[in-house]
Protein backbone atom coordinates (compact mmCIF):
# COMPACT_ATOMS: atom_id res chain seq x y z
CA UNK A 1 0.00 0.00 0.00
CA UNK A 2 0.80 3.50 -0.60
CA UNK A 3 1.44 5.18 2.79
CA UNK A 4 2.11 8.52 3.89
CA UNK A 5 3.29 9.17 7.39
CA UNK A 6 2.16 13.33 7.19
CA UNK A 7 3.86 13.89 10.73
CA UNK A 8 6.77 11.39 10.70
CA UNK A 9 7.17 7.58 11.90
CA UNK A 10 9.79 6.12 14.29
CA UNK A 11 13.03 4.39 12.18
CA UNK A 12 11.70 1.23 13.77
CA UNK A 13 7.70 1.68 12.30
CA UNK A 14 9.31 2.69 9.23
CA UNK A 15 11.23 -0.47 8.91
CA UNK A 16 8.46 -2.64 9.75
CA UNK A 17 6.41 -0.82 7.11
CA UNK A 18 8.81 -1.33 4.57
CA UNK A 19 9.86 -4.93 4.90
CA UNK A 20 6.24 -5.78 4.87
CA UNK A 21 6.02 -4.46 1.60
CA UNK A 22 4.44 -0.65 1.69
CA UNK A 23 5.49 2.24 -0.05
CA UNK A 24 5.71 4.74 3.12
CA UNK A 25 6.26 8.78 2.31
CA UNK A 26 7.41 10.65 5.32
CA UNK A 27 7.72 14.32 3.92
CA UNK A 28 4.96 16.69 5.57
CA UNK A 29 2.77 17.79 3.47
CA UNK A 30 0.81 21.30 4.69
CA UNK A 31 -2.85 21.03 4.81
CA UNK A 32 -3.45 23.06 1.71
CA UNK A 33 -1.99 20.63 -0.42
CA UNK A 34 -2.62 16.82 1.39
CA UNK A 35 -6.06 16.44 -0.92
CA UNK A 36 -4.09 16.84 -4.48
CA UNK A 37 -1.45 15.17 -3.02
CA UNK A 38 -3.13 11.39 -1.59
CA UNK A 39 -5.07 11.51 -4.97
CA UNK A 40 -1.89 11.91 -7.04
CA UNK A 41 -0.05 9.84 -5.47
CA UNK A 42 -3.07 6.86 -5.12
CA UNK A 43 -2.60 7.49 -1.30
CA UNK A 44 -4.05 4.41 0.64
CA UNK A 45 -3.41 5.46 4.09
CA UNK A 46 -2.48 8.47 6.07
CA UNK A 47 -0.50 8.14 9.58
CA UNK A 48 -0.43 11.59 11.91
CA UNK A 49 -0.02 12.44 15.47
CA UNK A 50 -1.35 15.56 16.53
CA UNK A 51 -0.19 18.44 13.38
CA UNK A 52 -1.90 17.19 11.06
CA UNK A 53 -5.95 17.60 10.77
CA UNK A 54 -8.23 14.84 8.95
CA UNK A 55 -11.39 16.04 8.39
CA UNK A 56 -14.76 14.91 6.54
CA UNK A 57 -14.08 17.69 3.25
CA UNK A 58 -10.57 15.72 3.04
CA UNK A 59 -12.23 12.31 3.71
CA UNK A 60 -14.92 13.06 0.60
CA UNK A 61 -11.80 14.12 -1.47
CA UNK A 62 -9.93 11.39 -1.03
CA UNK A 63 -11.32 8.12 -2.66
CA UNK A 64 -8.77 5.98 -2.74
CA UNK A 65 -8.23 6.51 1.05
CA UNK A 66 -8.87 3.16 3.07
CA UNK A 67 -7.36 4.78 6.83
CA UNK A 68 -6.26 7.28 9.06
CA UNK A 69 -3.90 6.45 11.87
CA UNK A 70 -3.06 8.31 14.82
CA UNK A 71 0.03 7.79 16.75
CA UNK A 72 -0.70 8.17 20.02
CA UNK A 73 -3.80 8.58 22.13
CA UNK A 74 -6.18 11.14 21.27
CA UNK A 75 -8.21 11.20 17.80
CA UNK A 76 -9.74 14.92 18.04
CA UNK A 77 -8.10 16.07 14.88
CA UNK A 78 -9.46 13.23 13.35
CA UNK A 79 -13.58 13.11 12.32
CA UNK A 80 -13.35 9.55 13.74
CA UNK A 81 -17.41 8.07 13.33
CA UNK A 82 -17.45 10.03 9.64
CA UNK A 83 -14.51 8.46 8.77
CA UNK A 84 -15.64 5.06 10.35
CA UNK A 85 -19.13 5.41 8.78
CA UNK A 86 -17.85 5.83 5.21
CA UNK A 87 -16.15 2.75 6.00
CA UNK A 88 -12.53 3.67 6.92
CA UNK A 89 -10.18 2.01 9.28
CA UNK A 90 -9.76 4.81 11.75
CA UNK A 91 -7.03 3.66 14.94
CA UNK A 92 -4.83 4.60 17.53
CA UNK A 93 -1.75 3.41 19.58
CA UNK A 94 -3.77 4.36 23.14
CA UNK A 95 -0.64 2.56 25.05
CA UNK A 96 2.29 3.49 22.92
CA UNK A 97 2.83 6.28 25.43
CA UNK A 98 1.23 6.29 28.74
CA UNK A 99 4.63 5.85 30.61
CA UNK A 100 5.76 8.40 28.38
CA UNK A 101 3.20 11.37 29.61
CA UNK A 102 3.48 10.04 32.74
CA UNK A 103 7.17 10.85 33.42
CA UNK A 104 7.01 14.30 32.07
CA UNK A 105 3.92 14.72 34.32
CA UNK A 106 6.17 13.70 37.13
CA UNK A 107 9.17 15.84 35.77
CA UNK A 108 6.50 18.91 36.21
CA UNK A 109 5.55 18.34 39.65
CA UNK A 110 9.20 17.56 40.74
CA UNK A 111 9.77 21.16 38.99
CA UNK A 112 6.94 23.22 40.36
CA UNK A 113 7.59 22.11 43.76
CA UNK A 114 11.23 22.89 43.98
CA UNK A 115 10.70 26.00 41.54
CA UNK A 116 13.60 23.94 39.54
CA UNK A 117 11.40 25.74 35.79
CA UNK A 118 11.52 29.48 37.69
CA UNK A 119 15.13 29.17 38.48
CA UNK A 120 16.21 27.68 35.16
CA UNK A 121 14.99 31.26 33.29
CA UNK A 122 16.55 33.59 36.00
CA UNK A 123 19.49 32.07 37.07
CA UNK A 124 21.47 32.64 33.46
CA UNK A 125 20.36 36.05 33.76
CA UNK A 126 20.34 37.30 37.49
CA UNK A 127 22.63 34.33 39.00
CA UNK A 128 25.96 36.24 39.04
CA UNK A 129 24.84 39.26 41.12
CA UNK A 130 21.65 38.25 42.76
CA UNK A 131 22.41 34.50 44.28
CA UNK A 132 21.62 35.13 47.46
CA UNK A 133 18.57 36.16 46.52
CA UNK A 134 17.41 33.99 44.36
CA UNK A 135 18.21 31.14 46.85
CA UNK A 136 16.04 33.03 49.50
CA UNK A 137 13.31 33.07 46.32
CA UNK A 138 13.86 30.18 45.70
CA UNK A 139 14.05 28.17 49.01
CA UNK A 140 10.41 27.54 50.49
CA UNK A 141 10.03 24.04 48.01
CA UNK A 142 8.34 21.24 49.32
CA UNK A 143 8.37 17.70 49.27
CA UNK A 144 5.69 15.45 47.14
CA UNK A 145 5.60 12.66 49.49
CA UNK A 146 2.85 12.39 51.77
CA UNK A 147 0.94 14.74 49.21
CA UNK A 148 -2.74 14.22 47.72
CA UNK A 149 -2.53 14.01 43.50
CA UNK A 150 -5.92 13.95 42.14
CA UNK A 151 -5.73 12.50 38.15
CA UNK A 152 -8.82 13.88 36.24
CA UNK A 153 -9.23 10.82 33.66
CA UNK A 154 -8.48 7.46 35.03
CA UNK A 155 -7.29 5.27 31.55
CA UNK A 156 -4.00 4.44 30.79
CA UNK A 157 -2.26 7.31 30.98
CA UNK A 158 -3.80 8.33 34.72
CA UNK A 159 -2.98 5.00 36.02
CA UNK A 160 0.53 4.92 34.90
CA UNK A 161 1.05 8.67 36.45
CA UNK A 162 -0.72 6.54 39.54
CA UNK A 163 2.07 4.36 39.72
CA UNK A 164 4.95 6.55 39.69
CA UNK A 165 2.92 8.82 42.06
CA UNK A 166 2.32 5.89 44.65
CA UNK A 167 6.17 5.32 44.43
CA UNK A 168 7.29 8.63 45.42
CA UNK A 169 5.01 8.00 48.92
CA UNK A 170 2.09 10.23 47.30
CA UNK A 171 -1.71 9.83 47.79
CA UNK A 172 -3.37 8.97 44.88
CA UNK A 173 -7.59 10.30 44.17
CA UNK A 174 -9.16 9.48 40.81
CA UNK A 175 -12.48 10.58 38.76
CA UNK A 176 -13.36 8.99 35.60
CA UNK A 177 -17.14 8.24 34.72
CA UNK A 178 -15.94 5.40 32.73
CA UNK A 179 -13.80 3.31 35.29
CA UNK A 180 -15.00 0.65 37.01
CA UNK A 181 -12.12 0.45 39.71
CA UNK A 182 -9.18 1.99 40.65
CA UNK A 183 -6.51 -0.07 40.58
CA UNK A 184 -3.38 0.30 40.28
CA UNK A 185 -0.40 -2.41 39.58
CA UNK A 186 3.48 -1.65 40.23
CA UNK A 187 6.22 -3.34 39.92
CA UNK A 188 8.85 -2.57 42.32
CA UNK A 189 12.59 -3.58 42.11
CA UNK A 190 10.54 -6.90 40.69
CA UNK A 191 7.61 -7.40 42.92
CA UNK A 192 4.70 -6.95 41.45
CA UNK A 193 1.62 -5.33 43.87
CA UNK A 194 -1.99 -3.70 43.21
CA UNK A 195 -2.92 -0.77 44.75
CA UNK A 196 -6.93 0.64 45.03
CA UNK A 197 -6.61 4.60 44.37
CA UNK A 198 -9.83 5.32 45.72
CA UNK A 199 -12.14 7.36 42.94
CA UNK A 200 -14.47 9.97 43.86
CA UNK A 201 -16.63 13.31 42.59
CA UNK A 202 -14.82 15.72 40.64
CA UNK A 203 -15.89 18.06 42.85
CA UNK A 204 -14.38 16.20 46.12
CA UNK A 205 -11.43 15.20 43.74
CA UNK A 206 -10.80 19.40 43.08
CA UNK A 207 -11.06 19.98 46.85
CA UNK A 208 -8.66 17.35 48.38
CA UNK A 209 -6.01 17.29 46.30
CA UNK A 210 -3.04 19.48 46.39
CA UNK A 211 -1.53 18.81 42.72
CA UNK A 212 -4.20 18.24 40.06
CA UNK A 213 -3.46 16.45 36.83
CA UNK A 214 -5.83 16.51 33.83
CA UNK A 215 -5.73 12.98 30.94
CA UNK A 216 -9.26 13.57 29.15
CA UNK A 217 -9.95 13.89 25.95
CA UNK A 218 -10.90 17.78 24.40
CA UNK A 219 -14.60 18.09 25.18
CA UNK A 220 -16.85 17.88 21.53
CA UNK A 221 -18.35 21.21 22.26
CA UNK A 222 -14.67 22.60 22.38
CA UNK A 223 -15.96 23.78 25.87
CA UNK A 224 -12.86 23.66 28.83
CA UNK A 225 -12.84 20.88 31.95
CA UNK A 226 -11.50 23.16 34.38
CA UNK A 227 -12.84 26.63 34.20
CA UNK A 228 -13.31 29.32 37.44
CA UNK A 229 -15.86 27.36 38.77
CA UNK A 230 -13.34 24.36 39.01
CA UNK A 231 -10.77 26.09 40.24
CA UNK A 232 -12.48 28.07 42.46
CA UNK A 233 -13.14 24.69 44.16
CA UNK A 234 -9.20 23.42 44.21
CA UNK A 235 -7.31 24.18 47.77
CA UNK A 236 -5.51 27.41 47.95
CA UNK A 237 -1.61 27.12 46.52
CA UNK A 238 -2.63 23.82 45.22
CA UNK A 239 -1.08 22.73 41.65
CA UNK A 240 -2.61 22.00 38.16
CA UNK A 241 -1.46 20.09 35.10
CA UNK A 242 -2.30 20.19 31.89
CA UNK A 243 -0.65 16.78 30.01
CA UNK A 244 -3.95 16.03 27.80
CA UNK A 245 -5.24 18.38 25.17
CA UNK A 246 -5.41 22.53 24.74
CA UNK A 247 -8.61 23.83 25.49
CA UNK A 248 -9.32 21.44 28.53
CA UNK A 249 -8.12 24.61 30.40
CA UNK A 250 -9.34 27.45 30.80
CA UNK A 251 -6.43 29.73 29.87
CA UNK A 252 -7.75 32.99 30.75
CA UNK A 253 -9.08 31.09 34.19
CA UNK A 254 -5.90 29.98 34.70
CA UNK A 255 -4.05 33.05 34.57
CA UNK A 256 -6.18 34.55 37.03
CA UNK A 257 -5.68 32.25 39.32
CA UNK A 258 -2.07 32.14 39.55
CA UNK A 259 -2.43 35.81 39.84
CA UNK A 260 -4.81 35.87 42.31
CA UNK A 261 -2.42 32.99 44.42
CA UNK A 262 -5.75 30.80 44.13
CA UNK A 263 -2.72 28.20 42.36
CA UNK A 264 0.12 27.90 43.42
CA UNK A 265 1.28 27.07 40.03
CA UNK A 266 0.76 25.44 36.82
CA UNK A 267 2.43 22.93 34.42
CA UNK A 268 1.41 23.21 30.69
CA UNK A 269 2.40 20.66 27.43
CA UNK A 270 -0.63 21.18 25.71
CA UNK A 271 -2.20 24.92 24.85
CA UNK A 272 -4.56 26.38 22.98
CA UNK A 273 -4.12 27.80 20.19
CA UNK A 274 -0.62 25.83 19.02
CA UNK A 275 1.21 25.89 17.11
CA UNK A 276 1.11 29.17 18.51
CA UNK A 277 0.39 29.81 21.92
CA UNK A 278 -0.48 32.55 23.77
CA UNK A 279 2.58 34.45 24.57
CA UNK A 280 0.71 35.53 27.99
CA UNK A 281 0.53 32.09 28.96
CA UNK A 282 4.53 31.40 27.82
CA UNK A 283 5.59 34.23 30.20
CA UNK A 284 4.04 33.30 32.82
CA UNK A 285 6.47 33.07 35.53
CA UNK A 286 4.46 30.27 37.68
CA UNK A 287 3.76 28.14 34.54
CA UNK A 288 6.15 25.10 34.03
CA UNK A 289 6.34 24.89 30.22
CA UNK A 290 7.43 21.66 27.65
CA UNK A 291 5.82 21.74 24.01
CA UNK A 292 3.95 18.78 23.45
CA UNK A 293 6.18 17.06 24.28
CA UNK A 294 4.21 13.78 26.45
CA UNK A 295 5.10 11.06 24.12
CA UNK A 296 8.44 12.44 22.87
CA UNK A 297 10.64 9.71 24.18
CA UNK A 298 12.20 7.40 21.55
CA UNK A 299 10.90 4.21 23.55
CA UNK A 300 7.84 5.45 23.56
CA UNK A 301 8.13 6.80 19.33
CA UNK A 302 9.27 3.73 19.14
CA UNK A 303 6.40 1.49 20.40
CA UNK A 304 4.15 3.55 18.54
CA UNK A 305 5.48 2.88 15.19
CA UNK A 306 5.36 -0.97 15.78
CA UNK A 307 2.05 -1.05 17.33
CA UNK A 308 0.75 1.30 13.43
CA UNK A 309 2.92 -1.11 11.64
CA UNK A 310 0.71 -3.73 12.99
CA UNK A 311 -2.36 -2.59 12.91
CA UNK A 312 -1.57 -1.70 9.27
CA UNK A 313 -0.84 -5.26 8.52
CA UNK A 314 -3.79 -6.66 10.33
CA UNK A 315 -5.28 -4.21 7.48
CA UNK A 316 -3.66 -5.45 4.54
CA UNK A 317 -4.33 -9.09 5.85
CA UNK A 318 -8.13 -8.29 5.72
Known amino acids: MNILANDGISPSGLKALQEAGHNVTTDFIEADKLEAYINENKVDGVLVRSATKIRQALMDACPTLKFVGRGGVGMDNIDVQYGRDKGLTIFNTPSASSQSVAELVMGHLFSLSRSVHASNRTMPLEGAVEFKSLKKAYGKGFELRGKTLGILGFGRIGRSLASYALGCGMKVIA???????????????????????????????????DMVSLHTPAQADGSAVIG???????????????????????????????????????????????????????????????????????????????????????????
Open 228 to 318: EAQLNLMKQGALLINAARGGVVDEDALLRALDSGKLGGAALDVFVGEPSPRKDVLSHPAISLTPHTGAATSEAQDRIGLELASQIAEIASA
Open 175 to 209: TDLRASNGLVELEINGNKISVDCPLVSMEDLLKES
